[in-house]
């Protein structure tokens, strides 16, 4: 008994040594912090989960992939899970269902839910591309290109009711070309797998967003050949949206992922190709940064990533003009009712 009464004693020393060494170490790395990072550091254990479905993985999207690699959303306190859904539908769905808490896609998504009645239905926050971000691919370069080229032609497309297809329709219908009659657009191939399919032979042209219209040059199965976010004009292609019910619930948290996104904005629209490309390199481990700087450069040229994020009242109209003109929407809804410009406003204010 004494035997065992001793030992006892020895590991309750040697546990109180064990923790007077481990609250010593704490006590020296903190003398060495500022006084600005003691405070930081309850934030970081105090960051809030948020989940983000996006539309697609793309470069196109460079600014919130800025904000990820930058800490921008831990700064604003939200420890941010991204998670591609690989289209607006299921990004709506994910949302709907409760496996996310904000959508980023095209705007015509929440279009479409409000429409149908939904009680509970998604509105949009911040509007991050003012372009759309996908270009045609040929199967070979064609400097003298003209749209009017594609008469008779296969194109891959996109889904239905997607803004890849909407916007790929409108610039036909600018160039007096009927999409049902003159030529023929395969929609039947799942996002993300028409570049593949392209590079197996299938059609003379496809719609493709980055890094896949460049992986197509790289192959050298075809070579792009007009981009839609020059000859489609400014269209609000992609936004965030939450429901109604995470809005009510979380404001502060909507209000921090829109500061870290303006942030990623600020980024993009104040450095080089190059040095964008470094920052999101991670996103996109399979591409090279060279390749990168390059599809980001092309982006930047054509004017593709807003000043701020506030979604105007003339893009949300001339977005509805599309949807309207597709014959995917027959009544138009309240601007007011599916947009709320407060958080990018306060946002771009904050930035200044």
């Known amino acids: 008994m004494k035997t065992l009464t001793k030992r006892l004693l020895c590991l309750s020393l040697c546990l109180l040594v064990l923790i007077g060494t481990v609250s010593g170490c704490r006590k020296k790395a903190d003398s060495g912090k500022t006084d600005a990072e003691k405070t930081e550091a309850p934030k970081q254990e105090a960051l809030t989960p948020v989940t983000l479905s996006e539309v697609a993985h793309s470069i196109f999207y460079a600014p919130q992939y800025v904000a990820i690699e930058n800490g921008y959303f831990e700064e604003e306190g939200i420890d941010l899970t991204l998670?591609?859904?690989?289209?607006?539908?299921?990004?709506?769905?994910?949302?709907i269902s409760g496996g996310a808490d904000i959508g980023f896609m095209g705007s015509e998504a929440s279009i479409y839910v409000y429409a149908e009645g939904s009680s509970d239905y998604a509105v949009n926050f911040a509007q991050l591309t003012q372009r759309a971000g996908n270009f045609l691919v040929g199967r070979e370069a064609d400097e003298d290109f003209k749209w009017e080229d594609l008469k008779g032609k296969k194109v891959l497309g996109g889904r239905a009711g997607g803004m890849p297809e909407m916007v790929f329709e409108y610039i036909l219908k600018k160039n007096g070309i009927d999409p049902k009659t003159d030529l023929t657009i395969d929609q039947s191939i799942d996002f993300g797998l028409t570049a593949a399919a392209f590079i197996e032979g299938d059609a003379d042209y496809t719609v493709e967003f980055e890094p896949f219209a460049t992986k197509i040059e790289l192959e050298d199965a075809?070579?792009?050949?007009?981009?839609?976010?020059?000859?489609?004009g400014y269209v609000p292609y992609t936004a965030y949206c939450a429901k109604q019910s995470y809005y009510s619930e979380h404001p502060e948290i909507i209000q921090g992922f829109t500061n870290a996104i303006q942030k990623g904005l600020d980024y993009v629209n104040s450095h080089t190709a190059e040095e964008i490309a470094k920052i999101i390199q991670p996103q996109f481990s399979e591409t090279e940064e060279?390749?990168?700087?390059?599809?980001?450069?092309?982006?930047?040229?054509?004017?593709?990533?807003?000043?701020?994020?506030?979604?105007s009242e003339d893009s949300f109209n001339l977005l509805q003009d599309i949807l309207t003109e597709a014959g995917e929407l027959k009544e138009k809804v309240p601007y007011k009712e599916l947009v709320n410009t407060e958080y990018a406003e306060k946002a771009a204010e904050t930035a200044k």
Not at 290 to 311: C, H, M, N, P
């Open 222 to 232: 075809g070579k792009v050949v007009a981009s839609l976010g020059v000859d489609s």
């Open 290 to 311: 060279s390749t990168i700087a390059a599809i980001v450069g092309r982006y930047l040229d054509q004017d593709t990533w807003k000043e701020d994020l506030v979604f």
């Open 83 to 95: 998670i591609n859904s690989a289209g607006a539908d299921k990004v709506m769905t994910a949302m």
